[in-house]
């Protein structure tokens, strides 16, 4: 079961070199990476690395990029005619569904991940009157960890929508506004709560610590995870695919 | 492996009021290249998605090689090769890579993967090309590759849904020989469809027709040009005027009379009564100088199983 994940993922990864092998797609990266990697870290300086905000920055940042991956999992396939003889295949449904959601999650992470070593060189070269600044191991694990269960509902939202999306660019355009609420509900519902809760919640905030706030963040992108892969895995049904 | 690889008994499957494939039963020797043929809508890439478990019968059941397609379809799936309707094949990577990806999917030993990938490429001539990718290439040389994918894994059956349909007949004639070559070398059951009659003549063992999800007849070529092709003569001579054509036309023995470039090209009711339409014929002042019994194409049973006159 794993070698089939892994054998899922390794044809994703090669497709997804070779689309963005191109010149407008390595463009792209080359923004990215410069945009997240040297202009924040060196307009924002060490606030970079201990402002408490910038933990959910990294948490939040990876559900935008993912969206652009992720809608070709299985409406690409359809409108390149490669998922029928795919399901024809012995891969298993888990086999299949996981291994896209495996090719994408590493490369976006994997992404994510490059551009945080980047900002520190960029701090460290452009506010070296500070010193030399480096996360904490604590905000290492915390960064890591959010960005990657936050790369991982980007992923598995995506797949889902792109089972039954009619077309890639269907399937963007939802995800764009899913990407959106999953973004912005928390203000939303934080506004629309009564004035006494608003006051309670931002009690709490101001008074937990760093920590308990991230444990309890993580635990719930987690709970997302695995609800929205066990939705994804629920409805990957092999007729209904090849009959849409 | 079971003598029959694929049984079938009434398979049935519906969309809405639609019936695509209608009590289906058919027995498909192993070793044999058993072709479907029909026309385009008739049923036949329905039915290949039943019997792969890639949609569930409305009814009726189905073996394919001893398992059930209903409760063993990854079993199905994971001991037979396909060619659908479309190549599959990922366009941005290369033939190598496309082959590599199956090649894992099939789980065939590292060590075995290099030989059997070139040993495929090589008999299709893709050997020199295998880095270029598949996007740049013509339509026969990806049907090609994707038949290579079809029987990398050296399944004991294949499925192909229309693998020369597309192609120009230069394209077609050389797919076909490679195929048929590769399906007797490996001993494979090769499971047809098609709406290419001389295709299905030329290398099919047994033929099925299908017509409106029906199945129509299955026999040998010769079975059915036999059974189901109408006796047809050629005469020869000079003289063949209208009222003779109306002469015969009148007669219950004939079933239909027509000229073909100078010729009288008659087809009788059942064989053996050619002599006294001859002397009709003749006694109408008809010199007749030869009589050929003319040999029924399947293009002649196609057309008669549908009910309609075949384009000439």
Sequence with gaps: MIRDIWTVAWREWKELFSRDGGLSGKLGLLIFAAFVGIFLPWQLGAAWIEAPWVTFFWAWMPLFLVTAVTADAFAGERERHTLETLLASRLPDSAILLGKVLATVLYVWGLTLICMPLGLVTINLTHSEAGLLLYSPNSLVSLAGLSLLSTLLGSASGVLVSLRASSVRVAQQNLSMISMALAFLPVVVFRALPLEWRAGVLLYFMEASISEVVIMLATLLAALDITLLLIAMGRFRRDRLVLD | ?312
């Design chain 2, 1 to 312: 492996m079971t003598a029959c690889a694929i049984r079938t008994e009434g398979l049935t499957r519906t969309f809405g009021s639609i019936t695509a494939v209608s009590d289906l039963t058919l027995e498909v020797e192993a070793g044999t290249v058993f072709g479907f043929i029909g026309q385009s809508g008739a049923g036949k890439t329905t039915t290949i998605r039943l019997l792969l478990g890639l949609l569930e019968p409305t009814s009726g059941r189905a073996e394919v090689l001893g398992y059930d397609i209903r409760s063993e379809a990854d079993k199905v799936r994971g001991c037979t090769g396909v060619l659908l309707e479309h190549s599959g094949l990922c366009e941005r990577l290369s033939a190598w890579d496309n082959l590599q990806f199956y090649a894992r999917v099939w789980k065939l030993p590292v060590a075995d993967r290099w030989d059997r990938i070139r040993e495929l490429l090589d008999r299709l001539e893709l050997w020199e090309r295998r880095d270029e990718t598949v996007a740049e290439w013509s339509r026969g040389m990806r049907q090609k590759l994707a038949v290579a994918r079809a029987l990398l894994h050296r399944p004991p059956l294949v499925f192909l849904d229309e693998p020369t349909s597309g192609l120009d007949p230069v394209a077609a004639a050389a797919l076909r020989d490679d195929l048929a070559e590769l399906a007797q070398n490996d001993g494979t059951t090769v499971f047809l469809t098609t709406h290419n009659l001389a295709e299905a003549e030329k290398i099919c063992d047994r033929i099925g027709v299908i017509a409106n999800g029906e199945l129509k007849a299955i026999g040998t070529p010769h079975e059915l040009r036999e059974q189901l092709g109408s006796p047809r003569v050629r005469v020869v001579g000079r003289g063949f005027s209208e009222q003779v054509l109306a002469i015969l036309r009148a007669r219950p023995e004939v079933r239909s009379v027509a000229r073909e470039n100078g010729h009288l090209i008659m087809e009788p009711q059942r064989q053996g009564s050619v002599a006294p339409l001859v002397s009709i014929l003749v006694g109408s002042g008809v010199q007749v100088e030869e009589v050929h019994p003319m040999r029924s194409t399947l293009e002649d049973v196609f057309f008669s199983l549908l009910g309609e006159e075949p384009v000439t």
